[in-house]
């Protein structure tokens, strides 16, 4: 069974960079899927945020293209994600999930990451 | 981008009783579409893809319909489990994807 786990700091500072990583357990990245990062912030809905595929060809929702880098490290089986400049706005649950097809077949279970100085 | 409408927000539904769950997309999306549920502090679970093939373990209760850009998800007989948050999702501009604003389904 696939079993994915976000890692990373809780709160972050505004201006700063939010890095956050996603270890996936039970499948190899490096056998195909994309996987992605979706948040939601405290009492409203999700939020897609982009995608990679083992490869590393990502792809990014366009009002956060700006300030998203998703990466992938296929020798300790995770990936990544960096929000640079981040505001309170930014405030969320952060989830990884497995694509499979274009619907989320797997997710972790979520990091709240919180921005205040 | 394709904005997807849900409607209503909240649905008030008695335990035993049918729930009808709507999802609009602004343009064509084909049959690329996804619903989940999302009970609080838990992370979202996928019901339903190719707008109406159930996923691996969900109870057949649960049905989706719809093409192009007007989709259902029904719940035939609400279970006391099944009051959540339900989302829909398009994959049609794949690997753009984008949700609905959710809808919450509250017992009655």
């Known amino acids: 069974q696939v079993q994915l786990q976000e890692s990373g700091p809780g709160l972050v500072k505004p201006s700063e960079t939010l890095s956050l990583t996603c270890t996936v357990s039970?499948?190899?990245?490096?056998?195909?899927?994309?996987w992605g990062w979706i948040r939601q912030p405290p009492g409203k809905g999700l939020e897609w945020i982009g995608s990679i595929y083992h490869s590393g060809s990502t792809y990014y929702n366009p009002s956060l293209k700006s300030r998203v880098t998703i990466s992938v490290d296929t020798s300790k089986n995770q990936f990544s994600l960096k929000l640079s400049s981040v505001t309170a706005a930014d405030t969320a649950v952060y989830y990884c999930?497995?694509?499979?097809?274009?619907?989320?077949?797997?997710w972790g279970q979520g990091t709240l990451v919180t921005v205040s100085s | 981008e394709i904005v997807m409408t849900q409607s209503p927000a909240t649905l008030s539904v008695s335990p035993g009783e049918r729930a009808t769950l709507s999802c609009r997309a602004s343009q064509s999306v084909s049959s690329n579409l996804a619903w989940y549920q999302q009970k609080p502090g838990q992370a979202p679970r996928l019901l339903i893809y190719g707008a109406s093939t159930r996923a691996t373990g969900i109870p057949a209760r649960f049905s989706g319909s719809g093409s192009g850009t007007e989709f259902t998800l029904t719940i035939s007989s609400l279970q006391s489990e099944d009051f959540a948050v339900y989302y829909c999702?398009?994959?049609?501009?794949?690997?753009?994807?984008?949700f609905g604003q959710g809808t919450k389904l509250e017992i009655k």
């Open positions: 999930a497995r694509d499979d097809s274009g619907s989320y077949i797997g």
């Open positions: 039970g499948y190899s990245i490096s056998s195909g899927y994309y």
């Open positions: 999702q398009q994959y049609n501009n794949w690997p753009l994807y984008s």
